[in-house]
């Protein structure tokens, strides 16, 4: 993925807020990108604009060749749906779905039959060492078991990118650590890029390369 000068303005009021000033980076394929800096500097801005979620006002953003700020509602849901993953704070796993369906269900969606959806969430459970948990409901797991589900609905469809926005953030510190690691492995089992914000450099750590916003604006990249 490239971006290069990529700005948002928001209206809110009669004010324009400027939550991106230009920013531009190269994310190759499979690689892992920490989004880290103070609240308000634009970085779940950048986070959604990369993942077709937000348009940005200018700027372009190319993944594999296909320029993703032109395309037309219809084509980025559809980008959205077949190749990238997302990973949210709290899971958002739907509650009144065993965990196997939840896992399933981006498969499902893109038109793959139930039984065969089923049986591929039933082998990510076991990858991610849950394999009894698929019978169970969200809520009948402690937060990191849910977590890791959250994980494996975001890779059930194989994806080129992985969105993580605060993965870690409602979890201790111990759990949080084993998440990160299922989550880095799994993508980095499947090829996946991940690209994650974090307030915390602990995890950011974890990721081989490192963004530090500032005002809509990177103000450092770090790489290990
Ligand atoms: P971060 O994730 O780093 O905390 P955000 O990307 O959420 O930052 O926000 C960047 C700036 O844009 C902030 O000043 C925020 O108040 C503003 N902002 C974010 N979303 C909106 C919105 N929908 N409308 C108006 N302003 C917004
Ligand atoms: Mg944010």
């Known amino acids: 993925m490239v971006v290069n000068g990529l700005t948002k303005l928001y209206q809110r009021g009669g004010n324009t807020v400027q939550a991106l000033a230009g920013v531009s980076l190269s994310i190759p394929q499979g690689s892992q990108l920490a989004i880290m800096g103070p609240s308000g500097c634009g970085k779940t801005t950048l986070l959604h604009c990369l993942a077709g979620v937000l348009r940005p006002t200018t700027g372009s953003i190319t993944l594999d060749g296909t320029e993703m700020t032109t395309l037309s509602e ?19 796993l739907l509650p009144e779905l065993p965990c196997q369906e939840n896992i399933a269900m981006p498969l499902m969606l893109a038109g793959v039959a139930r039984k065969e959806a089923i049986a591929r969430a039933q082998q990510i459970l076991v990858n991610l060492g849950l394999e009894g948990a698929g019978p169970y409901r969200p809520g009948q797991l402690s937060g990191g078991q849910a977590q890791r589900v959250a994980i494996g609905r975001a890779l059930i469809t194989n994806p080129k990118v ?33 690209i994650l914000v974090t307030h915390d450099p602990s995890v950011a750590a974890r990721l081989p390369h490192e963004i530090h916003m500032r005002d809509g604006l990177i103000d450092q990249q770090v790489s290990r």
Not at 74 to 92: C, T
Not at 162 to 180: C, H, I, N, R, Y
């Open 74 to 92: 219809g084509a980025i849901s559809e980008l959205r749906l077949k190749h990238f993953g997302f990973v949210f704070q709290d899971g958002q």
């Open 162 to 194: 992985v969105f993580a926005d605060e993965p870690t953030g409602a979890l201790d510190q111990s759990t949080g650590a084993e998440v990160m690691g299922v989550l880095t492995y799994a993508c980095q089992s499947t090829g996946a890029s991940l």
